[in-house]
C-alpha cells in the first residue's frame, strides 16, 4: 500500500514540476502559435509519465487513476492543451489496460509504451455519424493474410500529427451494424492521416486537432478484444468526462488565483478599504468550490464503482451520471473563467498581464464543445425515460 | 412469455431484420439495436409485463438478447412471487 502511495506521489510531484517549470513557460507561445506543446510533452516522456498508469507486470509505474486525475488537474493549471493532450493520451492508455483482456499483442504494446513512451492519439468521432460515438460508418475490411484495412472520415484529431499511435473505432466488418464496433491500434507506419482542414480555432489551440482521413492496413490482433460498447460505457466515455473534467478544474482555478492575486494587491495598495473586487472573488469563490466539488465526487464514485463491480458502470443511471459530470463541469469552468475576468477587469481582459484570464476562457469554452453538450442531453432525455434512481 | 418478448421486441426496437429470424441468444445490439431504441424496448417491456426494472439490471448486457431479457424477467417474478 506504501509503495503504491509513494509512487503516486512522485508521479504527482513529477507532474507538478513540469506544469511549473515547463508548460507555464511555453503556454502563451502554444496559444498564440496553435503550436503543439512539444517542449511539455518531451519531459512527461523524460519521467515516464505517458507509462504511469500502465500496470507493474508489464513495467510501467502502475500508478492509481486518481493520480492520473491529479496530474490533468496540475497541467491544467498552467497550460490547458497540454493538459489535454496528456488527458486524451492517458484515456487511451487506461481503455487498453482496463480492456486488453489478456491480449498478448496488447500487453506487449503496453511493454513497448512503457520503453519508447509512445503517444496515443484517438479517432472517434466520423463525419456523418453527428457526434454519436456509439455509431461507425468506416469498418474493419478484410485485406488477406490476417490483415485488415480501412479509411475513416474523422472531423477531429487531436494531435493526430504528433502521436505515434492511434486507437481508432470502425464497425467490426463491412456487413455490421453502425453499433457493432471494435477499437483498432495502429502505428506510425501503418497509418496515413490526410488534413481535410486548418486548425486556427478560439481555445485549446494547442491541442492540433484538424479535421484527417486516416487510411491504415494492419494485422487482424490489433483490434482490441473487447466489444466496443463495452469498452465504452466501462472505461472510455467515463474516464473521459473525469479527466477532462479535472483539467478544466485546474484551468478554471488558476483564473481564481489569479482573480485573487489581483485582490490581494488592490487590497495592499488600498489598506482598510472595502474593494468590490473583494466581493466578487468571494462569489467567484463559491462558483468554484461547486465545480470542485462535482468533479471530485465523480471521481470518487468511477474508483468505488471499478474497484466494486466494474460492470456497474454500465448501468443508465451510472452513465447518467458521468454524463452529468461532463455537462455540469462543461458549463461551469468557462462561468468562474468568465467571473475570474469580471474580477481583473481590464487587466484581466489584457493578454500580457499576471493576471491575463483571456486563454483560460477560451480554453474552458471548448468544453461543451468536446462531445458536444446537446449530443449528451439528447442521451440523457432518452436514459431518464427508464432509470429510476437518478 | 418468448412471443410477447418477440412482439415487443419488433413493436420498439426498429430492427432492420425480422425479430422472428433472430434466435433467442442473438444479440439484437448487433443485428441492429441502437441504444434509443433499447430505451424503448425497455419502456415497452415494463408496460407489457406490468414490471418495473430495477437499475441494477438497466444495462446492455440485460437486453442484448431474448434469452437474456426472458431471464431478468423471470428473475423479477419470482422476486415479486417470494
Known amino acids: ?390 | 412469455m418468448h412471443d410477447e418478448i418477440r412482439q415487443v421486441i419488433s413493436e420498439h426496437a426498429r430492427l432492420p431484420v425480422d425479430v422472428q429470424t433472430l434466435s433467442d441468444d442473438a444479440d439484437l445490439y448487433e443485428a441492429g439495436m441502437t441504444s434509443h431504441a433499447s430505451v424503448n424496448v425497455m419502456l415497452g417491456l415494463e408496460d407489457r409485463f406490468d414490471i418495473e426494472f430495477p437499475d441494477r439490471m438497466l444495462k446492455r448486457s440485460v437486453f442484448e438478447s431474448i434469452g437474456s431479457i426472458a431471464a431478468a424477467l423471470s428473475e423479477l417474478r419470482t422476486e415479486a412471487a417470494v
Request: glycine share 8%; charged share 25%; aromatic share 6%.
Open chain 1, 1 to 390: 500500500m506504501n509503495v503504491s502511495v509513494d509512487q503516486d506521489q512522485a508521479f504527482i510531484d513529477d507532474v507538478h514540476v513540469i506544469a511549473e517549470e515547463v508548460a507555464a513557460k511555453n503556454a502563451d507561445a502554444v496559444d498564440r502559435d496553435a503550436r503543439f506543446p512539444v517542449e511539455t510533452i518531451a519531459a512527461l516522456r523524460e519521467k515516464q509519465a505517458l507509462s504511469a498508469f500502465v500496470p507493474g507486470e508489464l513495467g510501467g509505474a502502475g500508478v492509481s487513476f486518481e493520480a492520473i486525475a491529479g496530474a490533468c488537474y496540475e497541467l491544467g493549471r498552467h497550460c490547458g492543451a497540454s493538459a489535454m493532450v496528456f488527458a486524451m493520451h492517458q484515456i487511451q492508455v487506461a481503455t487498453i489496460v482496463r480492456h486488453l483482456d489478456d491480449a498478448p499483442w496488447f500487453e506487449d504494446y503496453l511493454r513497448e509504451l512503457v520503453g519508447e513512451q509512445r503517444l496515443i492519439a484517438s479517432v472517434t468521432s466520423e463525419v456523418g455519424t453527428g457526434g454519436d460515438m456509439a455509431r461507425s460508418i468506416a469498418s474493419v475490411e478484410p485485406a488477406g493474410d490476417g490483415l485488415g484495412r480501412f479509411e475513416k472520415q474523422a472531423p477531429t484529431v487531436s494531435y493526430g500529427a504528433y502521436a505515434d499511435d492511434l486507437l481508432t473505432t470502425l464497425r467490426r466488418s463491412p456487413d455490421a451494424e453502425p453499433g457493432d464496433q471494435v477499437c483498432v491500434l495502429t502505428h506510425k507506419g501503418q497509418h496515413t492521416l490526410e488534413p481535410t482542414g486548418s486548425w486556427d480555432p478560439l481555445g485549446m489551440r494547442g491541442t492540433c486537432s484538424p479535421g484527417n482521413v486516416v487510411r491504415a492496413e494492419l494485422p487482424l490482433e490489433q483490434i482490441l478484444p473487447t466489444q466496443f460498447a463495452r469498452v465504452m460505457n466501462e472505461s472510455m466515455v467515463p474516464i473521459s468526462h473525469i479527466l477532462w473534467s479535472h483539467l478544466w478544474l485546474g484551468i478554471s482555478s488558476d483564473a481564481f488565483d489569479r482573480a485573487r492575486t489581483f485582490v490581494r494587491a488592490a487590497a495592499k495598495r488600498k489598506p482598510g478599504e472595502q474593494l468590490p473586487a473583494a466581493i466578487r472573488l468571494s462569489e467567484l469563490m463559491s462558483e468554484l468550490s461547486l465545480l470542485r466539488a462535482e468533479v471530485h465526487s465523480g471521481l470518487r464514485e468511477f474508483v468505488e464503482a471499478s474497484a466494486e463491480d466494474r460492470s456497474r458502470l454500465s448501468e443508465m443511471a451510472t452513465i447518467l451520471r458521468f454524463n452529468n459530470l461532463k455537462i455540469a463541469a462543461s458549463e461551469q469552468a468557462p462561468r468562474v473563467c468568465q467571473g475570474a475576468l469580471g474580477v481583473c477587469g481590464i487587466v484581466g481582459f489584457k493578454n500580457d498581464t499576471p493576471f491575463s484570464v483571456g486563454r483560460h476562457l477560451r480554453d474552458t469554452m471548448s468544453a461543451c464543445l468536446m462531445v458536444a453538450n446537446e449530443r449528451i442531453h439528447q442521451t440523457n432525455a432518452s436514459l431518464l425515460l427508464i432509470a429510476k434512481e437518478v
